[in-house]
């Protein structure tokens, strides 16, 4: 599976030495299509939450639980990516196409067998998982339809996240974002057919999302496939000389395990939260959903930014370059920034007009305004944390990552949460309370353990 290529073809940013030139023209020329990625993915997940509003509270509670249990999944996948990011941008950096050609096909392996674990799960234990969380009936059945379908077919998510992993980390931002321009206009336009009924469309209300969600991961999966056989990208995979190569395959997960125990510990952390909700009521719960969902899409750009920074981070240490790699990641948490300061405004301004695209019931709009406004204290060290995280983890260096966020957790907000909903005055409010000050005290670890220049002397 390992074919080096250069075409005359190809464009100047899949030729572009990344690791020479202007640091901040680098991250803001990889770090740009990643923010329209980002903000198309979730858009989508903003509007899927639009069309599941019209089918009432109970809908937006059952999507809502569903769509954190696929964000589990989902983070547990990426933590592994990062070890294919890791080494693929290492390796680039340091001018060994064909060893990232070959990482790229070892890590299409971890994906099917996890892809497959995952349908598993979806096909048959979804329904007791689910149950778990002791939401009231109707929402619960939401719950459970909407995720059975979307996990039955998550093989797709697994395959298309891999893609985005080693492209982006090879240097090419671009095909990431074509595809994904393709995919969310066909989601967007298909989903509130098939929710709603509209036209000649039978109306599958929560199956209608989840059948939209899956059909275009699918057809992600294929482009991006597509892309990498035909060399349209940095990388180019064939089918000759590939083999399952078990070195390989434990360098991935050696790094990428503490990543994906990160992801879980903060994911099950997310369900946590919602069982401290879930005894207020539906509709807070509701509201706390939608707060996830406005989160995922403000916290897109720091995402972004974080994983351009750790594609120039790994990129230059493959390079012999760790000071450059610094500055990469103190630019790129600067960036993001001056963005979140703007947009927090905007939040503070106007909470109730923005809860009041989801849904206007009056006790969920009243739930979701204060809960943003409690939010906003919280972005911008939000974003500081993606960057740090991504910049340290594309260093290689994952093990103080996952302590620190897991102290952010199990330390600071569960325990807050705890004791600030049920112990105090604040109740349901105590929840969101909680959360806001574990990002300020995870942004100031991370922010003194970046400064401390320790994860330069890793090796992968």
């Known amino acids: ?31 740009w299509p990643m923010i329209i990625l980002g903000i198309l993915y979730t858009s989508n997940l903003i509007l899927e939450m639009v069309w599941v509003g019209k089918l009432g509270a109970a809908s937006i509670a059952g999507v809502g639980v569903g769509g954190i249990v696929v964000i589990l999944v989902s983070t547990v996948k990426s933590g592994l990516g990062t070890g294919e990011r890791a080494m693929v941008a290492r390796l680039v950096g340091g001018g060994d196409v064909a060893a990232a050609n070959h990482v790229t096909g070892q890590a299409f392996v971890i994906s099917a067998a996890y892809g497959a674990i995952i349908t598993v799960i ?16 109707d929402a619960a059945a939401e719950g459970v339809i909407y995720l059975r379908i979307v996990l039955a077919g998550w093989f797709t998510e697994a395959f ?12 090419d931002t671009m095909a990431p974002m074509k595809i994904a321009i393709i995919i969310r206009v066909v989601n967007a336009v298909i989903c509130p057919f098939l929710v709603l009924g509209w036209w000649i469309f039978p109306r599958l209300g929560v199956s209608g999302a989840a ?25 180019r995979l064939t089918m000759k000389d590939f083999y399952p190569d078990r070195k390989t395959i434990w360098r991935i997960l050696k790094i990428g395990i503490p990543a994906s125990v990160m992801g879980l510990g903060k994911s099950f952390g997310d369900l946590i939260f919602i069982w ?19 989160e995922s899409f403000l916290s897109s750009p720091g995402i972004s930014f974080g994983m351009s920074a750790g594609a120039l981070v790994g990129q230059n240490m493959g390079a012999g370059q760790p000071k450059q790699a610094a500055s990469s990641g103190w630019i790129a948490t600067g960036l993001v920034e001056g963005l979140m300061i703007i947009c ?21 709009l009243q739930f979701g305004a ?24 594309g260093a290689g260096d994952t093990v103080p990552t996952m302590i620190i966020t897991l102290a952010m957790l199990l330390v600071v907000q569960l325990p807050l949460a705890f004791l600030l909903s049920r112990h105090t005055e604040l109740g349901v409010y105590g929840v969101r309370w909680a959360i806001v000050i574990g990002i300020i005290v995870g942004a100031i ?8 220049g320790r994860w330069k002397r890793k090796k992968v």
């Not at 899956?214 to 056989?229: D, E, N």
């Not at 207020?280 to 719960?285: I, K």
């Not at 927090?344 to 969920?364: A, D, K, Q, R, T």
């Open 1 to 31: 599976m390992v074919k080096t290529t250069k075409s005359p073809g190809k464009s100047i940013a899949l030729s572009k030495d990344w690791t020479k030139g202007s640091v901040i023209q680098n991250v803001l020329m990889l770090s």
């Open 445 to 452: 670890a991370y922010i003194t353990y970046f400064w401390q």
């Open 122 to 137: 979806g096909i048959f234990f979804i329904e007791p998982i689910f149950n778990l969380f002791g939401l009231e009936a």
């Open 370 to 393: 204060t809960f943003l406004r409690i939010a906003v204290v919280g972005y911008l060290g939000m974003n500081v944390v993606y960057v740090l995280q991504s910049s340290i983890s």
């Open 344 to 364: 927090s405004v905007v939040l503070l301004l106007w909470p109730e007009n923005i809860i009041g695209l989801f849904n206007v019931e009056p006790e969920l």
């Open 211 to 235: 059948i939209a969600y899956i059909t275009t991961t699918g057809l992600g999966m294929l482009l991006c496939l597509w892309i990498f056989f035909t060399g349209q990208t940095r990388l």
């Open 160 to 171: 298309w996240l891999t893609s985005l992993n080693v492209m982006q980390s090879s240097g």
């Open 276 to 294: 401290f909700m879930i005894p207020f009521g539906t509709r807070p719960l509701a509201a706390h959903n939608l707060i996830a969902r406005i």
